[in-house]
Nanobody
Framework: VHPVESGGGLVHTGGSLRLSCAAS????????MGWFRQAPGKEREVVAA????????YYPDSVKGRFTISKDNANNTLYLQMSSLKPEDSAVYYC?????????????????WGQGTQVTVSS
């Protein structure tokens, strides 16, 4: 899978954004996928993950209830709906895919990465 992210931008605190990840090279219906973010000086961290069948998802406590990951298998696109955004959500957001079908929270388990899209939340 070759992911390409879009949808980042500048938003005020409390606002919403939807990130998209257009995939090519393989159907995402057979791939576990994830969204990660990395802020300056910090490690890359998972913000959402989904297994290949869409039956299981994972969110860290920092975004639970505010972020939603979803797949559109017909269009081979992964989404991240983000709401109630906070300044601490500001980061470069990356879409990633696994060749394995199982969900993972670890960046090291992902095989293919997009180039990232910047999300900035102003206070």
């Amino acid at each position: 899978v070759h992911p390409v992210e879009s949808g980042g931008g500048l938003v005020h605190t409390g606002g919403s954004l939807r990130l998209s990840c257009a995939a090519s090279g393989r159907s995402i219906s057979s791939a576990a996928m994830g969204w990660f973010r990395q802020a300056p000086g910090k490690e890359r961290e998972v913000v959402a993950a989904i297994e290949f069948s869409d039956l299981a998802t994972y969110y860290p406590d920092s975004v639970k209830g505010r972020f939603t990951i979803s797949k559109d298998n017909a269009n081979n696109t992964l989404y991240l709906q983000m709401s109630s955004l906070k300044p601490e959500d500001s980061a470069v957001y990356y879409c990633a895919s696994r060749r394995d079908e199982g969900l993972s929270r670890r960046a090291i388990d992902y095989d293919d990465w997009g180039q990232g899209t910047q999300v900035t939340v102003s206070s």
